[in-house]
């Protein structure tokens, strides 16, 4: 069984569309997170959801609008689709016991968006 | 978040033990420090982690200076697998994980 899985795998689609991606783990964590790295491989958080409420907002556009219906599922929704979105978006998620370290973050295999 | 910096690629003969160095001199005294690689095209993996103790899982040992300014991550046994980048970091329980620009190794048949 995946752990983190995401979909789709590839999305190409042109400037201006809107487009979401998926995201669902099956490891009864809190808490989930979108990254994405660029054509330079740099990784950077975008958001961050514990149990359904957005913690981290790292200064985002507002085009991306995360959603958690569940906390097993966070969901990347991007509205009028720029050149600069083009990036391998990566899901994951990590469970916290209270006053402890995190056992480590679990990543998807990531969606590689292109936008033409 | 702690800031690090690694070398940007190093090499290693497969067979030997690969030695990852980290540099981490603005941790806080609760930040813990954490290594992930990432294989080509792959999300990123979970290696170890530690506050101020030396750790070996069935992956990899971490030694972390008594000074906690800096870390080793060690592959005791390289094998061609273990070719891809690899990234330390700085973080304390949830909060945000971030990544520099990590080491590439590259493993040498």
């Known amino acids: 069984d995946t752990a983190v899985s995401q979909t789709p795998k590839y999305l190409v689609t042109q400037m201006g569309n809107d487009k979401s991606i998926k995201c669902e783990q099956n490891?009864?964590?809190?808490?989930m997170y979108w990254y994405k790295q660029d054509s330079k491989k740099f990784l950077k958080i975008m958001f961050s959801y514990n149990n359904k409420e957005l913690i981290i907002n790292e200064t985002v556009p507002n085009r991306f609008s995360p959603k958690s219906p569940d906390k097993a599922h966070l969901n990347l929704h991007i509205n009028s689709l720029e050149l600069g979105d083009s990036a391998v978006y990566f899901c994951?998620?990590?469970?916290?016991?209270?006053?402890?370290?995190?056992?480590?973050?679990?990543f998807g295999s990531g969606t590689r968006l292109t936008v033409v | 978040d702690a800031k690090t910096t690694q070398p940007p690629s190093m090499d290693c003969a497969e067979g030997r033990a690969a030695n990852l160095p980290c540099n981490h001199s603005t941790i806080s005294g609760n930040e813990y420090v954490y290594w992930y690689r990432q294989i080509h095209s792959q999300g990123p993996q979970y290696i170890i982690h530690?506050?101020?103790n030396n750790e070996t899982n069935e992956m990899a040992s971490l030694i972390i200076t008594e000074d906690r300014k800096s870390s080793t991550l060690i592959l005791p046994h390289a094998t061609l697998r273990d070719t891809a980048v690899y990234y330390c970091s700085g973080s304390f329980g949830n909060e945000k994980l971030t990544f520099g620009t990590g080491t590439r190794l590259t493993i040498i048949p």
């Open positions: 994951a998620s990590s469970q916290v016991p209270i006053g402890l370290a995190n056992y480590g973050y679990t």
């Open positions: 490891l009864g964590h809190d808490t």
């Open positions: 530690g506050l101020k």
